[in-house]
């Protein structure tokens, strides 16, 4: 086996990636024509009305992009990847002259061409063909105002109902409708940032660093390199508080002290356990923006600035764990990152056993999560299967720390990591373990199914079990509450009491009666203000029709807009008494105005499908 030196390889420099003649069909660009050594956007925000037109809400201003040619013959054309809601006014080039002062920017012509229902190319024609390895410098003046990649939010969307917010969300194939780019994963830099905005907001960036530039502008760097989808924009009625060495939490000023008091402390201990296992953090801050509540994702991991959804604000910790799947991105796709979206378990599969490893440090067992998702829980089931081959977990972590060493900045295929692991575990690679019968790494990553291996879940047997037990006692038809108010429940965590409830979901509907027993005995779940509990004990009232407890499923509904909480209710609502049936109808009415459209989408094909 490998000594386990962090250093082992050859480092990124010296190692030839598949991943560089990897095509990207997502990107319309011809990313590999040219290196984009930096990106700087100058922008001006607006908060108007919707809809085209002077005055309208949008971002407008410049993107400027240094690069170097790579074609041996040259290249007369740069193709970038673009969005129809992005309007392009004016192309400018300025080239590289050895020995002269920097020249003026000359115009140049450009076009669109179609590409696919969630981009376009842009393309800017060169007068003369730029030659290999020269420099140069394209300027884009443009606007950008409805679109997927911008979100625009009215007052009533936010929490304190004030002021509008705007955000980007640029994963997968998005921030294309931001700012003119190589939008692929395959291609990263740095970029800087000149922000202006509206008197009384403020505006944050996923950078390494911020400063504020006279009253209304705002100027960010990152000064590592990040694929473009990574690059993250939100501006609003925002404050902000340190809970840590290297950490802030922002929020808006309703949130502040709620979001200070639940992650004082908690994020960097979570930072250092991610160090210990998988080496330096580079990003040097690590700050938590909390969203407005019709933020429809629970997470996203932009650097240096995640946005997450205020249902993390529990109240009493519960569910700060969730941020280390979040934090284990920053060594598992947001510095090693997948090449193309087609190797999108290398991002989420080992984020996923990272998350997990952490946790057991950190809590002492492995607690499952809600996500089942194919990248992440194949993924994470094929990282395990390695490990399982290793057979020693500190000579797997060792390997891990390696692993991000070696394709730290870079983006790979699942080709580049598999063969590193081969030489890292030399006896292995001896074994032929990547052709072992019915487990053949290539089954692995290009089969369909089911896994050909399950970690070892046993350890969660003894905390798992008690939780099945009584929620067997609680479906029966005649209460045994003695042995009921036998099993204390008050130790529990989190994650105990969502299997719990999950098993009585499965069981409903329960006999007449026991759901409105089960909350007048249990009212720290009942009356939670934890949402994955509020989502599963909402999701028990509608299965047994427990009407008494409907106005609490209304109550969260309005409290937020997360998609993974929001859908899963009007479904039940929809499929349950007419009672519920109307108050899915009822609901979505008072609160569609809060809803990201996304979400006002899917909610009005559960509440009204087309077919009816």
Not at 167 to 190: E, I, M
Request: glycine share 8%; aromatic share 12%.
């Amino acid at each position: 086996m490998a000594s386990g030196d962090p250093s082992f390889g050859r480092g990124a420099a010296g190692r030839q990636l598949h991943s560089a003649e990897a095509v990207d069909v997502a990107s319309a660009s011809n990313f590999r024509a040219f290196e984009l050594l930096h990106l700087h956007l100058d922008l001006r925000a607006e908060f108007g009305p919707p809809g085209p037109g002077a005055g309208s809400r949008g971002l407008s201003g410049t993107a400027v992009l240094d690069l170097r040619c790579l074609e041996p013959e040259g290249a007369a054309e740069l193709r970038l990847d673009s969005h129809p809601c992005l309007e392009v006014t004016a192309a400018a080039l300025r080239r590289e002259r050895p020995g002269s002062e920097e020249l003026p920017a000359e115009p140049v012509s450009f076009y669109t061409r179609p590409f696919s229902h969630y981009g376009q190319a842009l393309c800017v024609s060169f007068p003369q063909p730029c030659r290999a390895a020269e420099r140069l410098q394209v300027l884009l003046t443009y606007r950008v105002g409805e679109g997927p990649g911008v979100c625009w939010l009215t007052p009533e969307q936010t929490t304190g109902k004030k002021k509008p917010f705007v955000y980007t969300q640029g994963q997968a194939v998005l921030n294309r409708a931001f700012f003119p780019c190589f939008d692929t994963p395959a291609v990263k830099y740095k970029y800087s940032a000149l922000i202006e905005v509206p008197d009384g907001f403020t505006a944050v960036m996923s950078a390494s660093t911020w400063e504020k530039r006279g009253p209304n502008k705002f100027f960010f760097q990152m000064c590592q390199p990040i694929p473009s989808y990574l690059i993250a924009l939100a501006i609003g009625d925002l404050v902000s508080a340190e809970v840590g060495p290297r950490s802030r939490v922002w929020a808006e000023p309703c949130l502040i002290d709620a979001a200070k008091k639940e992650y004082d402390g908690v994020i960097e201990e979570f930072l250092a356990t991610g160090e210990k296992l998988f080496g330096p953090y580079v990003w040097g801050r690590y700050d938590l923006l909390f969203m407005p509540p019709s933020f429809p994702f629970g997470g996203m991991e932009n650097p240096c600035l995640t946005f997450v959804t205020p249902c993390l604000l529990a109240g009493d910790r519960s569910l700060a764990d969730v941020i280390i799947h979040e934090i284990s991105h920053s060594w598992f796709g947001n510095l090693v990152t997948n090449a193309n979206w087609g190797e999108f378990w290398l991002n989420e599969g080992f984020t996923m056993y990272a998350q997990r490893r952490i946790s057991t440090i950190l809590f002492g067992v492995d607690p499952d999560d809600t996500y089942n998702e194919t990248p992440y829980e194949k993924g994470f089931c094929f990282v395990s299967y390695l490990a399982h081959l290793v057979g020693d977990q500190d000579q797997f972590d060792n390997f891990l720390k390696a692993y991000v060493h070696e394709f730290k900045f870079q983006s790979i295929l699942a080709d580049d990591f598999l063969d590193f692991y081969l030489e890292y575990f030399p006896e292995l690679k001896k074994k032929r373990v990547d052709t072992i019968p019915g487990f053949e790494f290539d089954r692995w990553l290009n089969t369909p199914g089911w896994p050909p291996y399950l970690p070892d879940l046993s350890p969660g047997d003894s905390l798992m079990k008690p939780a099945e037990e009584l929620a067997q006692l609680w479906a029966a038809e005649g209460l045994d509450m003695k042995a009921i108010e036998a099993v204390a429940i008050s130790p529990w965590k989190t994650y105990q009491l969502v299997y719990f409830l999950d098993k009585i979901l499965q069981k409903s509907p329960l006999p007449p009666g026991n759901v409105k027993k089960l909350g007048e005995t249990y009212p720290n779940i009942s009356n939670a203000r934890n949402a994955e509990l509020r989502l599963r004990w909402g999701q028990i009232v509608l299965k047994n029709d427990h009407q008494e407890d409907f106005w609490k499923v209304k109550e969260f509904l309005q409290d937020q807009g997360k998609q993974k909480y929001t859908l899963p209710l009007y479904h039940a609502m929809m499929g349950g008494s007419e009672v519920a049936q109307t108050l899915a109808k009822e609901t979505f009415a008072s609160t569609a105005s809060q809803l990201h459209s996304n979400v006002v989408n899917y909610v009005q094909q559960i509440v009204a499908p087309k077919s009816s």
